[in-house]
Antibody
Framework: EVQLLESGGALVQPGGSLRLSCAAS????????MAWVRQAPGKGLEWVSL????????HYADSVKGRFTISRDTAKNTLSLQMNGLKAEDTAVYYC?????????????WGQGTLVTVSS | EIVLTQSPVTLSLSPGERATLSCRAS??????LAWYQQKPGQAPRLLIY???NRAAGIPPRFSGSGSGTDFTLTISSLEPEDFVLYYC?????????FGGGTKVEI
């Protein structure tokens, strides 16, 4: 059974940094494209970032480009999201999600999410 | 950026009725559209991929159709657990985008 478990969410001040992690079991992360998707309180879903299996190709939403960095640790089988320059509008539950692998992008496995709150 | 517009925002129906949810794209996404269900406090669950293919374990009362810019998610006969939120998502081009969601309520 595939399980994704996010961690690292916290209360952080505007301008601060945070690193989220997503640990996988039953799945080798390096064999799948992986993404972060967020959901602000009471709002809809917003795709944040994706890393391809190669690890060399990454994509970001304009709202986080230049501030967030997605990466993968093959040895630890974890996905990470380094978030710098945090803003109030980054407040959300952050989900890691596995791409289904069908050639284009949709997500068939999700973690339970971790809450990031940006506030002074 | 491809904008996905879901309608209606809220759909009020009764158990046993048929639900028809719409997702319209601002430009063609071919058939690269997915539908997700989200229950309160839970992560989204993939229902439909490539516009019309049910994901593993999804009951046959859920079906998807459409291509290009107009897509439909149909729930043939609503069960009590189906009264939750639904989102569409396009996987055709960057940035990946989601629709604003449709809430199916009793």
């Amino acid at each position: 059974e595939v399980q994704l478990l996010e961690s690292g969410g916290a209360l952080v001040q505007p301008g601060g940094s945070l690193r989220l992690s997503c640990a996988a079991s039953g799945l080798t992360l390096s064999r799948s494209d992986m993404a972060w998707v967020r959901q602000a309180p009471g709002k809809g879903l917003e795709w944040v970032s994706l890393i391809r299996t190669s690890g060399d190709e990454t994509h970001y939403a304009d709202s986080v480009k230049g501030r967030f960095t997605i990466s993968r640790d093959t040895a630890k089988n974890t996905l990470s999201l380094q978030m710098n320059g945090l803003k109030a509008e980054d407040t959300a539950v952050y989900y890691c999600a596995k791409d289904r692998g069908g050639g284009y992008y949709d997500f068939d496995q999700w973690g339970q999410g971790t809450l990031v709150t940006v506030s002074s | 950026e491809i904008v996905l517009t879901q309608s209606p925002v809220t759909l009020s129906l009764s158990p046993g009725e048929r639900a028809t949810l719409s997702c319209r794209a601002s430009q063609s996404v071919s058939s690269y559209l997915a539908w997700y269900q989200q229950k309160p406090g839970q992560a989204p669950r993939l229902l439909i991929y490539d516009a019309s293919n049910r994901a593993a374990g999804i009951p046959p009362r859920f079906s998807g159709s459409g291509s290009g810019t107009d897509f439909t998610l149909t729930i043939s006969s609503l069960e009590p657990e189906d009264f939750v939120l639904y989102y569409c998502q396009q996987g055709r081009s960057w940035p990946l985008t989601f629709g604003g969601g449709t809430k199916v309520e009793i």
